[in-house]
């Protein structure tokens, strides 16, 4: 669920007082701290900006790069200038959200309820297309315990952690899953939306023995990167 929630934030250490602003929030997590401080013809933007001033590019962290796949749109960390050393990996880092749970997908109800309400969200239409390059580098995010390695290393699945899957063969379907992630990290094509997918889910030897299902079989026996339990991609 994401709503939009009335917030008072603390200016006064900047001379600026006290400033109503409403607070973009998902499953009861902060997304954006500010919208009204938030420049969303920027991409990527910083949508948390910084609590003592709120402007852009003073506080560490909190941007996230925005696309677009099928009738959905995406907001991931961003990972373009993250790569591009230790101190971009540190100023652009993703919100704590982000950090910890992964890509926001905006889409249906949620979509259209953020667009009715910020008059300066993005047309959906005119933001990139999610590539495969994106996706190989989110799954590598979103893998618990960086199973996938540590982003902006290649991703490569460490098979040692790996207890069981579901269906299928372990050690076939780890040799899979680097394979499809061998083919996206080197592509820079949109990947498009499928349907029809199974989900494959790998059991990891982790605390609580997590369940990770970073893709999915279609009917015809071709593997998909699954970004929620509503969407897989492929590419064209």
């Not at 973009?24 to 949508?47: K, T």
Request: charge should be negative.
């Amino acid at each position: 669920m994401i709503t939009l929630r009335r917030v008072k934030l603390d200016f006064t250490s900047s001379g600026q007082g006290i400033r109503k602003d409403r607070a973009l929030v998902a499953d009861d997590e902060e997304i954006a701290n500010a919208v009204g401080l938030v420049d969303f013809s920027e991409n990527p933007l910083q949508a948390v900006v910084c609590k003592s001033c709120g402007y852009t590019g003073c506080e560490q962290g909190g941007w996230v790069a925005l696309r677009r796949v099928g009738d959905a749109v995406v907001w991931l960390p961003d990972f373009e200038t993250m790569a591009q050393g230790e101190g971009e990996m540190t100023e652009h880092a993703p919100p704590s959200f982000l950090a910890r749970r992964g890509a926001l997908v905006l889409r249906g109800r949620p979509l259209e309820s953020v667009r009715a309400e910020l008059s300066e969200f993005p047309d959906p239409s005119s933001l990139p297309a999610l590539s495969g390059v994106d996706v190989a580098r989110l799954v590598q995010w979103e893998a618990p315990g960086r199973l996938l390695g540590r982003f902006p290393d290649v991703p490569r699945i460490d098979r040692s952690r790996l207890i069981a899957v579901d269906p299928g063969d372990t050690s076939l379907r780890a040799a899979e899953l680097n394979r499809l992630v061998d083919l996206y990290v080197s592509s820079r094509d949109a990947v498009v939306p499928t349907g029809g997918a199974h989900p494959v889910t790998f059991f990891v030897d982790l605390p609580g023995i997590p369940e990770w299902t970073p893709m999915a079989e279609t009917g015809e026996g071709e593997l998909v990167f699954r970004l929620d339990s509503h969407l897989a991609v492929a590419l064209p």
